[in-house]
């Protein structure tokens, strides 16, 4: 049974490392966790009674899966950091947004075999939707741990790695779009007169419920929709206004915006303006700007011309 190590002690990693203990994957001594944060450390302490460090280097001694649950505004730092100790022996996972399996690669000199995972919130209630693409020396061991550790907090399907911004577009942003459909139904239930919390709580089962509907079913989402909707009836004269206002095509657009922005932040940060002189020296404007005319003495706004 491997040992683990969490870089990052957040919602994520918490998540993960509460459903392998759940599950019977890995118990509480076995795995390890560094965050920079005391609160964080003592919070997945408290919750999962595993070790905690403040130092990312005796996290990845311990381990010999890594599993780096950090933001990725930050993953080059953390990278740069870990480069001198992580080995060939290591598995790496990152649950990172938009941080390719090059980049991880190139960050850690080709040591370790990785994997880039797209986990998504309701892992922290055991119902994530996570895909995972496997990285050029991982192997079929190493995708059964991967695979392992994701299932004991939802479902998980792999993916080639080209079509993980789609998948943070879908199921990583995801939850948050339909947060705002429940959100939308409830307010549509106090609209005809539903006190608040039995419209939140019939929109909660509601949305649960078709969910389910669908995964048990296995019956196309179209095929349900027209089973409720009757000839002439409520459902179909609110699903004429839901197309009026374009949901569908909202929904799809928001999808693409979310992938989007996932492909956006795999590109490198452009580089940093030069430096602006200062001490009242003005810099010259830029050759695609007019030069301002030099103001002839005892000539300004109180003296015109």
């Known amino acids: 049974m491997p040992r683990w190590g969490f870089i990052g002690s957040g919602k994520m990693a918490t998540a993960l490392v509460q459903g392998m203990i759940r599950s019977g994957l890995a118990p ?4 390890h966790a560094s965050d920079p944060f005391p609160a964080a450390r003592e919070a997945i302490r408290a919750g999962a009674g595993i070790h905690v460090h403040d130092v990312n280097a005796d996290v990845v001694r311990r381990a010999e899966v890594i599993v780096l649950a950090v933001k990725p505004q930050t993953m080059r730092e953390v990278l740069a950091e870990l480069r001198p100790i992580v080995h060939d022996g290591h598995l790496v996972i990152s649950v990172a947004a938009g941080t390719t399996l090059a980049s991880l690669d190139d960050g850690l000199a080709a040591r370790g075999r ?3 995972v797209m986990p998504n919130t309701p892992a922290l209630v055991g119902k994530g939707a996570s895909a995972y693409a496997m990285g050029p020396r991982a192997t ?3 995708e059964a741990t991967v695979r392992g550790c994701l299932e004991s907090v939802g479902c998980a399907v792999r993916v ?3 079509m993980l911004d789609a998948v943070t577009g879908l199921s990583g942003s995801g939850p ?3 947060y705002l459909m429940i959100e939308a139904l409830s307010d549509g239930g106090v609209r005809v007169g539903l006190p608040r919390d039995v419209a939140t709580m019939l929109a909660d089962q509601t949305v649960l419920g078709a969910a389910a509907m669908v995964l048990d079913t296995g019956l196309h989402p179209g095929v349900l929709k027209d089973q409720v909707a009757s000839p002439g009836g409520t459902t179909i004269a609110g699903l004429h206004e839901l197309e009026r206002g374009r949901l569908r095509g909202t929904l799809m657009d928001a999808v693409e915006a979310a992938a989007r922005r996932s492909s956006e ?5 452009p580089p ?3 430096h ?3 001490g009242g020296h003005t810099p010259p404007p830029p050759p695609h700007l007019p030069r301002p005319r030099p103001r002839r003495p005892g000539r300004g706004p109180e003296n015109p011309e």
Do not use: G, K
């Open 176 to 178: 948050a779009f339909v």
């Open 272 to 274: 940093a303006p030069p």
């Open 114 to 116: 990785i994997v880039r």
């Open 140 to 142: 079929d061991e190493d």
């Open 276 to 278: 602006q002189p200062t």
């Open 160 to 162: 080639p790695e080209s």
């Open 265 to 269: 932040l795999a590109r490198p940060a």
């Open 28 to 31: 509480p001594d076995t795995i």
